[in-house]
């Protein structure tokens, strides 16, 4: 399979690159700094442009089977992912591609049947903001005519370690007997790797946690 990854130079996106290298894909990144994807791959193609510009997703795109975003922002730039969300949508379709795979984030899953994690009186106040956007970016993918799956890490994501072992949800928060939600940023990887290998969440959302 060939497939474009948007967002490979973040943590996730990463991890997503390599993880779909070693099951054989053919793999295209685009990013502002192709430095930044800091790997080498005889499959790997690394494409400098920003998928903020009109076209540059659409251009990337071409040719490929389906296409992976990891694109995120840090806590005070999230007004930007709702217009990343159209870019992405746009482009993905002008290239012809219907397969569109997207990490998104924990905020809009929820924690308990009609309450939201944002919403919950712990979360932090300072990511809720974000957390709002990434909402209206879900809808901008949830309203598009793509084969589009958006998979939300669990409340905690970090680096860690590929065990391949974890559990998958859809739109409530998973959490382990302790009441924690904790997932790597490698297992998160290998789960939308395996969402793109044998679908399972075709136009709606899952979530991944230990």
């Known amino acids: 399979m060939k497939i474009l990854v948007l967002g490979a130079g973040g943590t996730i996106g ?36 920003d998928l903020l510009e009109p076209g540059e997703v659409a251009r990337a795109a071409a040719g490929c089977d389906a296409v992976v975003s990891a694109f ?15 870019m992405i949508v746009e482009g993905t379709r002008a290239a012809g591609v219907e397969r569109l795979i997207v990490a998104g984030g924990a ?14 009186p712990d979360y932090p106040e300072e ?19 793509l084969d589009w799956t958006y998979a939300s890490p669990a409340a905690w994501i970090e680096p860690g370690r590929r065990t ?10 998973v959490t382990d007997d302790e009441g924690h ?12 790797i395996d969402e793109l290998d044998d679908p399972n969440f075709i136009r709606s959302r899952f979530t991944v946690a230990y």
């Open 14 to 49: 990463r991890r997503i690159v390599e993880e779909a290298l070693n099951r054989k894909c053919e793999v295209k990144a685009l990013l502002r700094d192709p430095s930044l994807i800091g790997a080498q791959h005889d499959e790997l193609t690394a494409l400098k442009g």
């Open 72 to 86: 995120g922002l840090e806590a005070g730039e999230g007004r930007m992912l709702a217009e990343a969300a159209r």
């Open 107 to 120: 905020g809009t899953l929820f924690a308990s049947p009609g309450v939201r994690l944002m919403d919950t």
């Open 127 to 145: 990511l809720r903001p974000l957390a709002l956007a990434h909402a209206e970016a879900y809808e901008i993918y949830a309203r598009s005519d």
């Open 164 to 173: 391949g072992n974890f559990r998958i949800g859809t739109m409530l928060l």
């Open 181 to 192: 939600s904790r997932i790597s940023a490698e297992d998160f990887a290998a789960a939308l």
